[in-house]
Structure formats: structure tokens, C-alpha cells
């Protein structure tokens, strides 16, 4: 039986596709559909030119609740596990969703709406910016279960917080507060709930509005930058300006500095 194909819900509207998960009634704890949906999302988003921004948020009062335990279409289990199963089910899963974000060719905004617990928290983290409602908490839960973090967390985390910090969250696996993730640079903006989403619009608009391949270089810049040397980071910075030169919002931007006017980026 196939999940229905409004629990993750899409629309495009001034140049950015907004995916929402919508399994409120499990605190929309993501199954393999909608993981699978997620991932087809956004790189579409990458290839159409139409879409110059992203914004992944979701219904109800939880974000995401982690992967959805019990199982769901496509989910089942081996009837006897070997070796290499479950890590070929990381990553075909949980590393493959935390992949297609970071991966994503345009800017993808996180509009956490409440709970944000294991995956779910990794979802969130992994965009390029973190908008949160006072209400959302984020949760390193895996060691409640007794497990290791997947999804890229051991990866995601030390980058936003420093190893210290992460070991805290990952070890004793407690509820952070949006006010709190925000003061430990887990999250950009926190907002009531009632303004989360126009809070995520004005910022995913600005975006779209923005030299769309400069912006996607620069992530691709930031995102590689703590995982080679200087040398390596600088000789990828001068590749990535040299390619993003050739486009046309480079020129507009150039050209409006000269003729002191306001830039027109069409994502070119």
C-alpha cells in the first residue's frame, strides 16, 4: 500500500518551493514516502530554473519527530539481517535525505514549527538557514533509544557548535529550546509561530530575488570548508569565482554597481 501523496504537501509561488511534511498525527515522523518524496523535491529544485529558493517546513505541532519507526511503504524489514544491511539502509536513507539537502543547488530554509527530534532535527540543521517558532525544541534522541546518531548528525553538529557542545547533546540526548538553539548557533532567526511563515517567506523571497548560481557556489563554498585544507578551500574559491563570472546576474550586478542602480538578478 503506497502513502498517500499529500503527506508531504509542495507549492511554488514567487520563485520558491515550499515542502511541507503533513503527518501532524504522528508529529509528522518521516516515513520512507515521504523521504523519498523530500528527495525527489529538491532536486527538482535544482534543475528547474523557476525555483531560486526553498523552504522545507511542516503541519501540525511537530517539525519532524525522526524517522517513523514502525515501518511504512517500502520500509520492510529483512526477514534475517546480515552484515551490511543496516548500513546500506543508512545510507540509501537518512544519509541520502541529509545528502540532498546539503546537495541542493538552491538556498533551503528550515521552518521549524515545533519538535525536531533525531532525523528530524538533522533535516533541519542541514538546511542553510534555521528559522524556529518559540514552541520548537531539538532533540539529539538516538541515545534514548540507545543508538549512535545517523543521519549525518555526528557530521552536522560539531560544524554549528564545536565538538564539546555536540558530545553534550549527543550523550545525554535533552530537549533544546528554540531560544536556546539559537544562542548556540543552531538556529538564525526565533519567531512566534503565528509569524513563522511569513518570516520564512520574507527571507526565502530575498533569496529568490538574489544572483541564484552566485549563492549557490558560496554554499557550496561554506559547506566544503571544513572538510579540506586552506589550500584546497582557496583553489575552490577562485574555481568558483571564475564560473560564476560567466553569468548573466554577475554582469547585472556589476553593471548596476557602475550605473548606481538597483540590481534585476534572474537567477541566470
Known amino acids: 500500500m503506497t502513502e498517500a501523496p499529500d503527506t508531504v504537501l509542495h507549492r511554488t509561488a514567487g ?65 534475517e539481517r546480515v552484515a551490511g544491511d543496516v548500513a546500506r539502509m543508512i545510507r540509501l536513507g537518512a544519509q541520502r535525505l541529509i545528502t540532498a539537502v546539503l546537495d541542493c543547488e538552491k538556498p533551503v530554509i528550515a521552518a521549524v514549527n515545533g519538535t525536531a527530534a533525531g532525523i528530524g532535527a538533522h533535516l533541519a540543521l542541514a538546511c542553510d538557514l534555521v528559522i524556529a517558532a518559540e514552541e520548537a525544541r531539538f532533540i539529539e534522541v538516538f541515545v534514548r533509544r540507545g543508538l549512535v546518531p545517523d543521519g549525518g548528525g555526528a557530521y552536522l553538529l560539531p560544524r554549528l557548535i564545536g565538538p564539546q557542545k555536540a558530545k553534550e547533546l549527543i550523550f545525554f540526548g535533552d530537549a533544546v529550546p528554540a531560544a ?68 548573466a546576474d554577475a554582469n547585472e550586478g556589476v553593471a548596476s554597481f557602475v550605473e548606481r542602480r538597483t540590481p534585476k538578478y534572474t537567477g541566470r
Open 15 to 79: 520563485n520558491v518551493s515550499w515542502i511541507t511534511l503533513n503527518r501532524p498525527e504522528a508529529m509528522n515522523a518521516v516515513t520512507w514516502d515521504q523521504r523519498e518524496r523530500v528527495i525527489a523535491l529538491l532536486s527538482d529544485a535544482s534543475a528547474d530554473p523557476e525555483v531560486r529558493a526553498v523552504v522545507v517546513t511542516a503541519t501540525g505541532k511537530g517539525f519532524c519527530a525522526g524517522a517513523d519507526l514502525r515501518g511504512g511503504a517500502g520500509a520492510a524489514q529483512p526477514a
Open 180 to 247: 536556546e538553539a539559537e544562542r548556540l548557533g543552531l538556529v538564525n532567526k526565533v519567531v512566534p509561530a503565528a509569524e513563522l511563515e511569513a518570516a520564512a517567506r520574507e527571507w526565502a523571497e530575498r533569496l529568490a530575488q538574489g544572483p541564484t548560481r552566485a549563492l549557490a557556489l558560496a554554499k557550496q563554498l561554506v559547506n566544503a570548508s571544513l572538510d579540506g585544507d586552506r589550500a584546497a578551500a582557496l583553489a575552490a574559491e577562485a574555481t568558483a569565482q571564475e564560473i560564476n563570472m560567466g553569468t
